[in-house]
T-cell receptor, first 115, second 117 residues
Framework: AQTVTQSQPEMSVQEAETVTLSCTYD???????LFWYKQPPSRQMILVIR????KQQNATENRFSVNFQKAAKSFSLKISDSQLGDAAMYFC????????????WGAGTKLIIKP | NAGVTQTPKFRVLKTGQSMTLLCAQD?????MYWYRQDPGMGLRLIHY???????AKGEVPDGYNVSRLKKQNFLLGLESAAPSQTSVYFC????????????????FGNGTRLTVT
């Protein structure tokens, strides 16, 4: 069975600086999808960025980008120019092509932004 | 657009009581999910539905039942609440069917905080 590990329970960064959140996963599949979701204090989960495993190019969305290392089974999220509104829990998730669209979630990383 | 709406937002139950959480989505999504979120853990799937009239068990289904009588609604029931069911419950929906469904993000409601005493 696939697993997703986020080894950093909490990270902090100075406003305007760059921070990287780590995510590793375990799978024997060659094709799958990876996601990063953000959960601000309002509780609602919001999609940040997604990556298809068969695409070698790293996904980017404005200040958010990923470093996808397929061989290492690593999917880290880089946030550039951190803003106070980025403070939230960040969850990494894995979707198998053989799972009826279900997601497997990491335990999350709490990101603190220091003004 | 409302997106995914969950009711109620908060609820306190005594052990042994029953209740139903309602989830409604207005995006015409085929797939709907119920998750629970506990401190220090990722989301865990309770039940899910791939279409109207169908439901399936997820990772932690015991003590819960679901129904999807209409495409836009997905109900989660607790038959006899236990303190171990104290959690935050999230409903989500997504497009289903076909290759593009794998890349489709989940759209979440704002959650229901349930406390069982």
């Amino acid at each position: 069975a696939q697993t997703v590990t986020q080894s950093q329970p909490e990270m902090s960064v100075q406003e305007a600086e760059t921070v990287t959140l780590s995510c590793t996963y375990d799978t024997s599949e060659s094709d799958y999808y990876l996601f990063w979701y953000k959960q601000p204090p309002s509780r609602q989960m919001i999609l940040v960025i997604r990556q298809e495993a068969y695409k070698q190019q790293n996904a980017t969305e404005n200040r958010f980008s990923v470093n996808f290392q397929k061989a290492a089974k690593s999917f880290s999220l880089k946030i550039s120019d951190s803003q106070l509104g980025d403070a939230a829990m960040y969850f990494c998730a894995y979707r198998s092509m053989d799972s009826n669209y279900q997601l497997i979630w990491g335990a999350g990383t709490k990101l603190i932004i220091k003004p | 657009n409302a997106g995914v709406t969950q009711t109620p937002k908060f609820r306190v139950l005594k052990t042994g009581q029953s209740m139903t959480l309602l989830c409604a989505q207005d995006m015409n999504h085929e797939y709907m999910y119920w998750y629970r979120q506990d401190p220090g853990m990722g989301l865990r799937l309770i039940h899910y539905s791939v279409g109207e009239g169908t439901t399936a068990k997820g990772e932690v289904p015991d003590g819960y039942n679901v129904s999807r009588l209409k495409k836009q609604n997905f109900l989660l029931g607790l038959e006899s609440a236990a303190p171990s069911q104290t959690s935050v419950y999230f409903c989500a929906s997504s497009h289903g069917g076909g290759q593009t469904a794998y890349n489709s993000p989940l759209h979440f409601g704002n959650g229901t905080r349930l406390t069982v005493t």
